[in-house]
């Protein structure tokens, strides 16, 4: 699975916010404790987001994903 398409699945199923400031997590990933964030300025002034999948986060989508199909 692709980044763009793991993206567009993990707002699909509620991990990360669909419209908003960037792919932040929702609060229901973070209350889970799964992922996290920072925001940092880029040179020209804009923020960017930085999304983390924490070590907890990443056993959860392995098992929740490991039969995943893109049919």
Known sequence: ???NRLFKLLAE???LMKTG???RPTQKALN???MTYSITPLPNG???TYVYVLPKGILYFINKYA???NE
Do not use: H, K
Request: glycine letters at 22%.
């Open 1 to 3: 699975i692709g980044r």
């Open 13 to 15: 199923d509620g991990y």
């Open 21 to 23: 400031e960037g792919n």
């Open 32 to 34: 889970m404790g799964i």
């Open 46 to 48: 804009a923020p960017y």
């Open 67 to 69: 039969n995943y199909t």
